[in-house]
């Protein structure tokens, strides 16, 4: 007996997925994605492309017209957005004269964001009903969250996969249209934390440290004030070192751990290898190394 119609459906072609920078070959691959990377749909994944792959490369023509039914509603629903949007601005010109962020860059809604990825996890079966009900009920979640929020979850995902690059976009993104009054110093400062560690992950530690001190110019934790002093010495001389350290009225034990706990780690050779190939390379040449980095992990 034959098991072939038991393996999943293998695509000649793969889809690249820009958020993770990594391709896929089936329609379980797919659903693994969608179902643990939540706060990563967008516009990479609903779109005509996926679509047209789902149709062209796993031959599943019965999902890709739901799809592409899916993806007509939602378009026509981003349009009727942004003219509502457009025409109270009209209406309003104190408002602005632009129309809402959402509306202006075409969003995809959380409820039609279901819509959309519902028929792709009914399809490979991919689900039971418990793991749909869960899936429903943070997709709920989510849904009720500030744009804002939206975007640093993202960038939060990205620092525990560790894609560095892309999270200081994210971070970036944020911080550029901040506004403080909506969101508080508290969510600032966990942005301003969380982009330090980024920028740790890519070895500029200068940049890291400038992130944790805003953060703690913010929020004025032990933890943030650890780190900021952690990164000084990884990037300072040892004079500029130590009047870092008077500047900012360091603890004199907690320099004392920092400095055995870096000395550990400047002796690691892995450390030492990354650090001089990181630091030699401009934002550019980091986000193009990255790119390599995550197509040698994917299948060829």
Known sequence: MSYDLCLPRQANQPYYIENIRTSIYSLEELCFYLYNNICLIDESIINEKLCDWIRDELHLTRLYRQLYEQ??????????TARAASGSAARHPSAGSRPQEGARKGKVPEANVASFVFPIFREAGYLNGQEMRDFQDKMAKLEVQSDEMKQKLRGDYLVREKMYARAVWVYRQILKNRNPGKLGS??????????????????????AAECFQESYHLMKTKETFRKYVSALPLFLSEEEYQLRLIEAKADEYLVKTIQEYNAKLCQDPEFLERKEKMQGLTADEVLEELKEQYARSTRT
């Open 71 to 80: 993806l007509e509603k939602i378009e026509t629903a981003k349009e009727r």
């Open 186 to 207: 508290q969510f600032y400062a966990a942005v301003w934390n969380n982009l330090g560690t980024a920028y740790a992950g890519l070895f500029r530690f200068e940049e």
